[in-house]
Every structure is written in C-alpha cells, then in structure tokens.
Nanobody, 119 residues
C-alpha cells in the first residue's frame, strides 16, 4: 500500500504562480510513475502532467505546456507541480497519482488540493 498526501493549494490571482507538492509513503520502492490530475466542477478528471521515477521522462496536457513544470525528488518520494502564468480555467481540485509496479502493482490517489485562480 502507498499513502499519498498533497499540499500547497490555495488562491492566486491570474498570471500568478503556485507550487503544489505530493509525498508518498508506504511501499514506495515499487513506484515508477507519479503525476498530477485535476477536476473542475462539473467536469471529468483530466491529466495535467506525469513523470517517471527512473528516466524522468515527463508528459504534459497541451493546455499546460510551457506554463507548468513537474519535478520529482526520488529521495523524498515526492513530486511537485510548479504552475506559472495561471489562468482562471486552471481552477480545480488537483490530485496526485502514484503508480506502482511489481511486486505490488497499483494506482493510488491523494485526497486532492484546491487551486483557485481568481482576481
């Protein structure tokens, strides 16, 4: 089992920046992918960015490319999302996702952290 906890959400003005963090604990030795998803009111949860723990290869949604940066700290079993040039449409609950491989394959979610972009 892996426990996932997000932090760092809040209220920010359009054009501002915010960083959200996610820490994993438990069976962390089998983690191979960490990422961020978001869900706005009345919409489906969507991928924001993911990154692998080995190669560090990252994948971004088109809507955040050039504005958001995902990074990982393997020593702390943590993943971060730096969000710049924020727009009102970035308002959502941001969820951290951790994917593990053998011997304990699974997908784990945090409780989510609210990010609100508003003047």
């Amino acid at each position: 089992q892996v426990q996932v906890v997000e932090s760092g959400g809040g209220l920010v003005q359009p054009g501002g920046s915010l960083r959200v963090s996610c820490a994993a604990s438990g069976s962390v030795f089998s983690i191979y992918l960490m990422g961020w998803y978001r869900q706005a009111p009345g919409k489906q949860r969507e991928l924001v960015a993911t990154t692998t723990t080995t190669s560090g290869r990252s994948n971004y949604a088109d809507s955040v490319k050039g504005r958001f940066t995902i990074s990982i700290d393997n020593a702390k079993n943590s993943v971060y999302l730096q969000m710049n040039s924020l727009k009102p449409e970035d308002t959502a609950v941001y969820y951290c996702n951790v994917v593990t491989t053998a011997p304990y394959p699974g997908s784990y979610w945090g409780q989510g952290t609210q990010v609100t972009v508003s003047s």
